[in-house]
């Protein structure tokens, strides 16, 4: 299974990473952790940092916020070929988090788009690990 998987990221002409990789952050396209985990008032939210169509997702993903950031992701899925989200903005994350970035691999797969995740926080990646689920996330380095 895991060779699959990243036989399949080679396809995509990513580079194949794992929770264990640290240090990937982009620097100076997004917020810090560190700032507030807020933007007017909402506890997540999604902008474009790149010229190249990668987008920042910041604030908290959670049980509470995960309707939201559900309805933040699918117009962007069905908008380009190959969507990129850096979670270096997220400040926190549970299991529900987990599962909605499941949830978008599914659905990319279904409307035959590719969905790229970098920069997955660390405490995700510690979910994942214990549930094996780390191999088959779209995981790629910055």
Known sequence: MQEESQENLAEQGGTA???????????????????SPTKAGTPVWIEKISEE???GLFGEMDIKTVKTTRNLIHP??????VLEIDFSGVVRVDSAGLALLIEWVRESKKLKKEIRYYNIPEQLCAIARVSSLELVLPLFRS
């Open 76 to 81: 962007l899925l069905n908008s380009t070929d």
């Open 53 to 55: 169509g990668r987008y």
């Open 17 to 35: 990473a794992s929770c264990a990789v640290s240090g990937d952050a982009v620097s100076g396209d997004s917020a810090p952790a560190s700032s």
